[in-house]
């Protein structure tokens, strides 16, 4: 499997607590400190950092007049929920 390109180093400061808990699970899952601050990461981009992403292209496309009417929407919300059949 190809490796992804990595950036250069970056310097962090944490809460010690925290720190521990970061050295807790790598010595336990046998991984590095950076394995399981990746980790953390993606789960957080995958999760909360998406929703952050996805409501500034919302505003962005609002701003550029990418709009849809909400009337228009309802009235086809429900007419799919008038075609469902059960």
Known sequence: M????????????????MLSQIMGIAQTCDRSRS??????LKLYLASEGADILAVSAGRNEAEAGVTEDMDQ???????LIGRRVA
Request: net charge negative.
């Open 35 to 40: 394995w399981v601050i990746v980790r953390a």
């Open 2 to 17: 190809t490796k992804p390109p990595l950036s250069d180093p970056i310097a962090i400061r944490l809460p010690e607590d």
């Open 73 to 79: 929407v309802l009235r086809e919300v429900s007419e």
